[in-house]
């Protein structure tokens, strides 16, 4: 028999909180010192130490929970996961096993077009280990990372293909960037993700053999990784093989991924509350001060921009991808009638001195009203959008306004018929060859004299009246 199959994927992604300190001890949470730097007997595992809990990755937990639309239970603990392993100095890691700070959440995204919604079963709260380095001739481990507070965010399996998984990643990412619960820096290894995939019979409800693939570090390799691992379960089940229960590793290099072992050699973590640590019961008032730092995620900004502006969506993306851009275009927008012309200015034009000239935002030397400003000399006719982009770039220099500038320098749009007529004369006698052209039917030459006429005037003459006496000259 011949099925359609499907994949049912679920994402376990570990995200390393921003704090200043570790999550049990006061060591620094950085990367990139020197091996085992930041490290003190409570992040060594030595016998007999006490963890104190990092009040700040508590609270970044619990507000990565209403970021997520997760429940947040007044009542969480913590638990020892019990393993041996190199770079786990305590032999064990102390995560939240059955109560954890936060469940039951969702993340909606956009993709192709539409909304899509992928529910979190929980964020829970946890600890790194440390780095293993394998030499020529032996290995050594690095524990600066050891301790440094993580937080696993568990999601349904609701994923289909590949490109909503690394979609939902992205959105994932751009969320905790969002709510400055992590910085999210792949490079640094500071999102790590298992992911779990399984394939059945499209229309079956009871899910195929889960494989995990251990250990991503990237969105794109988990992207590939799907391309690779799907049709090659899907491949077993039409040869008539059984797919078992399995752990897989990807090899980034080669593309494929490669047994590591089944089920029957899963561990036993051997979970028991950790007997160092008290229950985590947040308050009523402890729960209002971490809401007061929930934001506006990316997705709801961008349906906003795109609704209260009525930007398209790319600006919207724009504003979206570089928040300060979009809140200085919000602050603009505030004195402008025109958030179209705003937008155009602000990403054309602003984006591009700012990179060019290497300053930011803040040294920007106009105020919030000149921009506005600028649009309605055009708006007005007063200046055309060529003399415009001149004005601009001396408002950018100078801090000036637009009208200082227009007075200044003389800007002021021809729209005088009179004097307009006498540029069209000169660049029509300038000009026998185009003129023959247009009169043979090439309407390109009418441009080229217009652009002729445009630079006798330095730009100033009002280009639509320039057309319409170039036709007439030219017609008669
Ligand atoms: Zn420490």
């Avoid at 041996?84 to 109560?99: E, R």
């Avoid at 507070?149 to 568990?154: G, M, T, W």
């Avoid at 008539?240 to 399995?246: C, W």
Wanted: net charge neutral; glycine share 6%.
């Amino acid at each position: 028999m011949d099925y359609e199959y499907e994949a049912v994927i679920g994402l376990e992604t570990h995200v390393q909180l921003k704090t200043k300190s570790k999550m049990w001890c006061g060591c620094v949470n950085q990367f990139g010192a020197l091996p085992n730097t930041n490290v003190c007997p409570v992040c060594l595992g030595m016998p007999g130490v006490l963890p104190v809990a990092n009040e700040e990755a508590l609270r970044l937990t619990v507000l990565t929970g209403f970021l997520l639309n997760c429940s947040v239970p007044n009542y969480a603990k913590f638990d020892r996961k019990n393993y041996f392993y190199p770079d786990a100095p305590k032999n064990y890691q102390i995560t939240q096993y059955d109560k954890p700070s936060t469940m039951n959440g969702y993340v909606e995204f956009e993709m192709e077009g539409r909304i899509e919604k992928v529910r979190i079963t929980r964020a829970h709260l946890e600890e790194d280990v440390g780095k293993n380095f394998h030499f020529e001739r032996n290995s050594g481990v690095d524990f600066n990372r050891a301790g440094v507070p993580l937080l696993e965010i568990v999601s349904e399996p609701d994923i289909r293909n590949s490109d909503m998984a690394y979609t939902y990643l992205n959105a994932l990412k751009d969320i905790l960037i969002y709510g400055g619960v992590s910085d999210c820096d792949m490079e640094k290894g500071m999102v790590r993700c298992d992911v779990n995939v399984s394939v059945r019979p499209k229309g079956q409800k009871e899910l195929g053999a889960k494989i995990e693939i251990k250990n991503m570090n990237s969105f794109s390799g988990v992207r590939r990784a799907l391309d690779y691992e799907i049709p090659r379960q899907i491949e077993e089940l039409k040869r008539g093989n059984k797919l078992r229960q399995e752990t897989r590793r990807w090899d980034d290099e080669g593309g494929i991924t490669e047994s590591m072992r089944s089920k029957e050699m899963a561990h036993d973590y051997r979970y028991f509350p950790e007997p160092d640590l008290m229950p985590f019961v947040p308050d009523e008032k402890w729960l209002a001060e971490v809401k007061l730092r929930i934001v506006e995620l990316p997705l709801a900004r961008k349906q906003r921009f795109t609704r209260k502006y009525q930007l398209p969506s790319s600006d919207a993306q724009t504003f979206i991808d570089d928040v300060p851009l979009g809140d200085y275009f919000e602050r603009v927008t505030a004195e402008s009638n025109n958030p179209k012309a705003v937008a155009n200015w602000v990403i054309n034009n602003l984006r591009a001195k700012l990179t060019e000239s290497g300053t930011t935002l803040r040294e920007v030397k106009f105020n919030t009203k000149a921009i506005p400003e600028l649009i309605s000399l055009v708006d007005s006719g007063k200046i055309s959008t060529r003399i415009a982009q001149d004005v601009f770039a001396d408002m950018f220099a100078t801090g000036d306004s637009p009208g200082q500038i227009v007075e200044k320098k003389g800007l002021v749009q021809l729209s005088d018929t009179g004097s307009i007529e006498k540029f069209c004369d000169e660049a029509i006698a300038a000009n026998p060859r185009s003129v023959e052209d247009y009169k043979a039917g090439k309407v390109a030459a009418l441009n080229f004299l217009k652009g002729q006429v445009m630079k006798l005037s330095k730009g100033k003459a009002n280009p639509n009246i320039v057309g319409e006496i170039l036709e007439r000259k030219l017609k008669s």
